[in-house]
């Protein structure tokens, strides 16, 4: 059996249990699947093993933990996206700057939303784009929040290439820089990706108080001047908070 085949097979025994609400056992299944048995068991047990279907107390499978884990990431984005695009639209409108929301991949950053003062020109040329988080004001949130021990293994692969003069060269500086993250609640990326363009982050958290994204606004050195730097922080960490109340957060 090819790669291809096991795949399709797995795919098809996930959602042959998928359609039941009281579970299937391996016979059932090879029965719909039209699959024998010995295969069948074969990949409901790597199935299992990898918390993508479970066995009740019938021996019968069911949709696992993972499966509604893995769905739940992107309901919940598609969730905060639709809470969030009008906040971002407000920081356009009020600071003439571009506004994002950015969610944690490993040790990078992924653009989730934006908006901009040309809506229709590049709304989503940036949707999907994926930036270190190290250079990145709402990365630099993101890693604030982890635990020493989730950070550095986040982290232990991730290569500090020096983008500009202004880039954090190390681990070290890393978490300098995230201390002081930590301690005035937003982050900047000061021409750390990209001379001349500076971008200016705070942290949104949900019911359970953990920080789940990140927004940004973010401008040239004429739109996000020195001394607009903490009216812009001010401004954005007030937005992040109303969107975080808004999602159930309580300080």
Not at 42 to 56: E, H, I, N, P, S
Not at 99 to 122: C, I, M, N, P, T
Not at 147 to 161: A, D, I, N, Q, S
Request: charged residues 25%; hydrophobic residues 40%; proline residues 2%.
């Amino acid at each position: 059996m090819s790669e291809v085949q096991v795949l399709d097979r797995s795919l098809d025994i996930v959602e042959i249990v998928a359609a039941t609400q009281k579970g299937l056992g391996i016979s059932h299944i090879a029965e719909k699947s039209g699959l024998p048995k010995a295969t069948v068991h074969r990949l409901v047990t790597a199935l299992c093993m990898r918390g993508y279907l479970q066995k009740d107390h019938s021996n019968n499978y069911q949709v696992g933990i993972k499966l509604i884990e893995v769905a739940s990431y992107h309901i919940n984005e598609l969730e905060l996206q639709t809470e969030v695009r009008p906040y971002l639209k407000e920081i356009v409108q009020q600071l003439n700057l571009t506004a994002h929301l950015g969610v944690l991949d490993q040790d990078k950053v992924v653009y989730v939303e934006k908006q901009d003062l040309f809506s229709r020109f590049g709304l989503y040329a940036q949707i999907g784009y994926r930036i270190p988080a190290y250079c990145s004001s709402m990365g630099k949130c993101l890693l604030s929040a982890l635990p020493e021990e989730t950070l550095t293994e986040t982290l232990r692969g991730c290569h500090f290439v020096k983008f500009t003069d202004n880039t954090l060269a190390d681990f070290k500086s890393l978490k300098q820089e995230l201390q002081k993250v930590r301690s005035r609640g937003w982050a900047m990326d000061d021409q750390e990706e990209r001379l001349g363009q500076r971008c200016i982050g705070a942290p949104i958290y949900d019911y359970r108080g953990e920080m789940i994204a990140a927004i940004s606004a973010s401008g040239n050195l004429t739109t996000l001047p020195d001394e607009k730097i903490e009216t812009v922080a001010a401004y954005v960490m007030r937005i992040a908070r109303e969107i975080s109340h808004k999602i159930g957060y309580i300080a």
